[in-house]
Nanobody, 127 residues
Framework: QLQLVESGGGLVQPGGSLRLSCGAS????????IGWFRRAPGKERERVSC????????NYAGSVKGRFTISRDTAKNTVYLQMNGLKPEDTAIYYC????????????????????WGQGTQVTVSS
């Protein structure tokens, strides 16, 4: 059974940093495009970033571009989301998602295209 587990969330002051991890049990993330999404209270799910199977293709939402970095560590079977310069508006539950239904070295912006999801990790940015 495919399981994704997020970790690394917490409370941080504005301007601070966190690194989120997305790990997997039962399968290798190497064969899956991975996306990070977030959901703030009272708001809809929002894409944050995604990375292709090779790591050669990445994409970021405009609101996080230049502050967040997505990456893979194949040896650890983990995908990271490094978040710098955090703002109060980044407060949300962050989810990672995986899918391998498309051919090619691509990743997907639409959350509907991801079949597997983690349980989420809370990120709170507040002074």
């Amino acid at each position: 059974q495919l399981q994704l587990v997020e970790s690394g969330g917490g409370l941080v002051q504005p301007g601070g940093s966190l690194r989120l991890s997305c790990g997997a049990s039962g399968f290798s993330l190497d064969y899956y495009a991975i996306g990070w999404f977030r959901r703030a209270p009272g708001k809809e799910r929002e894409r944050v970033s995604c990375i292709s199977t090779s790591g050669g293709s990445t994409n970021y939402a405009g609101s996080v571009k230049g502050r967040f970095t997505i990456s893979r560590d194949t040896a650890k079977n983990t995908v990271y989301l490094q978040m710098n310069g955090l703002k109060p508006e980044d407060t949300a539950i962050y989810y990672c998602a995986a899918d391998n239904s498309r051919l090619g070295d691509v990743c997907y912006d639409n959350w509907l295209e991801y079949a597997y999801w983690g349980q989420g990790t809370q990120v709170t940015v507040s002074s």
